[in-house]
């Protein structure tokens, strides 16, 4: 009998399990997807309920699983435990022909660890079909939007742009963002503060500063005073006051731990505490999944649990541990009673999944510092801690309230102001000794510790300054990464193995740039959103998606059927994809007009173009076809700090050392909008050009080859080199003659002052004689 095959994704993550399963076992890995839809059309079976038509992308992959699982006992199918991993399981059911009698399981575990591992091949089930299913019509629906959207962009704005069910609602988010940035007013505002302390007591001990909150018995909101001369009139009528406390409230405050990561919060956590990217991030993260070789006794072990999860859950076993740890660190009075439960927040999450924890708490960061890179610990400490955190009793604040009234008249009873101070002092640090979460740009700190000084109430308190402060409202911040994942996570779009795919490929595209640390929205990304949210504003409508990633997670749990519910989303998107079709058949290119006149015509403003090197400005007047009324001006441009466009100088042409091959003077770099090219010095007596390749180097020269072009028979076969590289044939009297082949097989050579040869005669054929007949006579 063979060994027990097991197949997992990685050959990393192969190494790791098949330490732990030994003898009787060959564990072997996919490389990730083996098939997929092809790239070069949608692939989908529309006729056919949206069958997807699969391709084999990794042909030397499979034919060595198919070599592989010939001689085995059974097969185990170990891929990732998510969606995505029961797809990839099924399609190597699907690609490697399993034979008929050899048994097939699927195993799952939220860790690589030897227990884990065993466990799971020990209680093996079938593959999960509305898993499947729900990972399907996932990939299924983004190609139906992808492929039938991007065209029209190509057509309208730009070729090789995309859109995406999920990115371009992400690319919509950012540029709303920088649009109520830019259309944000700054609303002017005062506060009133008092700088007081005990008397007689030492100033700078004992001062501190407090707040008008009241005034004649009511209380002021945030706009109650927006002009200087209400403040100054406040403080004119405070400058003789007389201050008291008033009340006194003592309380003690509880702060509870952040719970455990799941994949949006740590990819929050890194990129503020860490400053990681998101896609930088799950990349380390799945290195510490897999296995990392930490030397001694353990050798190659995952460190942490399964990264793409959006639960909070923990196997009651690692909260024991971690309750042992505690313990031993930090004393019994850092445990809470019993070990906490956390709510998870994000929609539909998969409750069986695990959150994101170290393998063991017992492994202390310091333990294997030595064993590990250094962004590979960082992330890893910050793991721990925030695991440990959350399995840690409150932080206990003492926090005191004090009022304290203005009195501006001696004999009044009661204060027609009211000022407050609030105080908090750290009484017990709890999970705070190990872990405090990060904020978010324009958050504030509840619970930043502030003293106040031992007040009782009637207390008279001495007034050091009274400070009329002028403040401005801000605009909403840009996002980071960070906060960009937290957005989609609460808006339900997308799923936790999405989040940085998303992030990375809206920054291929050239839709957003990262400007220090801060997502931007580039012209391309506003053109392109302005675009889908005119024509197809379900599409990129926030709670349309995340209805349809409620509808996904409906069929992975067996509620819903994934046909119904694509035919369900098909039919409005083919009525809509068809009315945008009518609507943009005479709407001309996306451009964006500045407010720069043409410096060479003087008769027109310069608009945003987009070429295939980026953006660049061009005449509005501009044509194809030269004439009177078009001008041909373009110029590369940049923004100032405020977003303004400025020209950039056009810089002399920087001579090569190639020389014109036509009248032997030096060739000059020049740049188009389709990028840099050479021209001839001679320009315009010499208008040579030649194409600079992907090299940075002179595209060969055409190559005389002997050969009469079978097309014109005038012009002779020069050899080219295309635009990758790749040789063909074209004639010399190009672009008269656009004879072009692959081969020179069959063609004849050149002969002086040939003329072109006159078609044969046609040869008439022999019929073919007739069979004798093999009927008899009657």
């Not at 199918?77 to 034979?99: C, F, K, M, S, Y």
């Not at 991030?281 to 999944?289: D, E, G, I, K, P």
């Not at 041909?632 to 050392?657: M, N, Q, Y």
């Not at 060739?667 to 040579?688: D, H």
């Amino acid at each position: 009998m063979g060994d027990k095959l097991v197949i997992v994704e990685s050959p990393a993550k192969a190494k790791t399990i098949q330490k732990y399963l030994g003898r009787g076992y060959r564990v072997t890995s996919s490389m990730g997807h083996v098939r997929d839809l092809p790239k070069k059309d949608l692939s989908i079976d529309l006729e056919n309920n949206f069958a997807p038509v699969y391709e084999v992308t990794k042909q030397k992959v499979v034919s060595e699983l198919r070599q592989a699982v010939r001689g085995a006992e059974a097969i185990y199918l170990a891929t990732d435990p998510d969606r995505e991993g029961e797809a990839i399981a099924w399609h190597i059911t699907q690609a490697v022909n399993v034979p008929k009698r050899t048994p097939i399981f699927r195993v799952v575990f939220q860790e690589i660890t030897r227990n884990a591992v065993q466990q799971a091949i020990n209680n093996p089930r079938q593959i999960d079909s509305n898993l499947v299913d729900a990972q399907q019509a996932r990939r299924v629906l983004d190609r139906l939007v992808g492929y039938q959207l991007s065209p029209l962009l190509w057509d309208k704005v730009k070729r090789g742009l995309s859109a995406g069910r999920v990115q371009s609602v992400a690319v919509r988010l950012i540029v709303e963002r920088e649009q109520a940035i830019e259309a944000f007013v700054a609303q002017e505002y005062w506060t009133i503060e008092a700088d007081l302390s005990k008397q007689g007591s030492d100033l700078k001990r004992d001062s501190f500063r407090a707040v008008l909150i009241e005034r004649d018995g009511k209380k002021l909101d945030k706009f109650a005073v927006t002009k200087q001369d209400q403040a100054e009139s406040i403080v004119a009528d405070l400058r003789d006051a007389r201050y008291r406390v008033q009340k006194i409230v003592r309380r003690d405050k509880r702060r509870s731990a952040a719970p455990p990561f799941t994949t949006s919060t740590l990819q929050q956590e890194a990129g503020r505490k860490l400053g990681f990217g998101a896609k930088k991030t799950m990349m380390l993260a799945q290195r510490l999944y897999e296995g990392v070789d930490i030397g001694g006794d353990e050798g190659t072990v995952g460190l942490i649990t399964y990264m793409r999860t959006d639960s909070t859950n923990v196997a009651a076993e690692a909260q024991q541990e971690a309750r042992q740890v505690i313990a031993a660190m930090y004393g019994d009075t850092y445990l809470p009673e019993k070990p906490p439960t956390y709510k998870t927040r994000a929609k539909a999450a998969q409750e069986a999944h695990e959150a994101i924890r170290p393998t063991s708490s017992a492994r202390h960061p310091d333990a294997v510092a030595s064993k590990l890179e250094r962004d590979l610990l960082r992330l890893y400490d910050l793991i721990w801690k925030r695991f440990l955190a959350s399995q840690m009793a409150p932080a206990v604040f003492d926090s005191t309230t004090v009022d304290i009234g203005a009195f501006t008249n001696p004999q009044a009873t009661s204060a027609p102001y009211t000022f407050r101070a609030t105080g908090s002092v750290l009484k017990f640090p709890g999970f705070l000794a190990v872990y405090n979460v990060s904020l978010d740009e324009g958050e504030e700190d509840e619970d930043s510790e502030r003293r106040l000084p031992p007040l009782d109430e009637a207390e008279v308190l001495n007034l050091l300054a009274l400070l009329p402060i002028q403040h401005f409202t801000e605009p909403p911040p840009r996002f980071t990464e960070a906060s960009l994942v937290k957005d989609l996570e609460q808006l339900g779009i997308g799923r936790p193995s999405t989040y940085a795919s998303i992030i990375s490929t809206i920054q291929e595209r050239e839709y957003v740039e990262l400007a220090e640390k801060k997502l931007v929205p580039t012209t391309l990304g506003r053109v392109v959103t302005d675009l889908l949210v005119q024509h197809f504003p379900k599409i990129v409508d926030y709670d349309f998606t995340s209805a349809l990633e409620q509808q996904l997670d409906d069929i992975a749990e067996g509620s819903k059927r994934w046909v119904p519910v694509l035919h369900e989303f098909y039919g409005p998107f083919q009525n809509t994809l068809q009315n945008a079709k009518n609507e943009m058949r005479n709407v001309k290119r996306e451009e964006i007009l500045s407010d720069i006149v043409c410096p060479k015509c003087g008769q027109a403003n310069l608009a945003i173009k987009f070429g295939r090197n980026g953006e660049f400005l061009a005449c509005s007047r501009y044509s194809k076809t030269a004439s009177e009324d078009s001008c041909d001006f373009t110029s590369d441009f940049h923004r100032d700090s405020d977003g303004k466009i400025v020209l950039d100088k056009a810089s002399a042409p920087e001579t090569s050392d190639v020389m014109c091959n036509l009248c032997g003077r030096p060739m000059v770099i020049k740049k188009s909008r389709f990028g840099p090219f050479l021209g001839c010095s001679g320009y315009p007596e010499c208008a040579n050009t030649r194409r600079i390749g992907k090299d940075g180097k002179p595209v060969p020269l055409p190559v005389p080859t002997g050969v009469a072009c079978p097309k014109c028979h005038e012009g002779e076969l020069m050899s080219r080199r295309g635009k990758f590289g790749r040789p063909f044939y074209g004639c010399s009297r190009y672009p008269k003659c656009d004879y072009a082949s692959n081969s020179l097989e069959q063609l004849a050579p050149v002969e002086a002052s040939a003329p072109p040869p006159e078609k044969p005669e046609p040869v008439k054929k022999p019929e073919p004689a007739k069979k004798p007949s093999t009927r008899k006579k009657k």
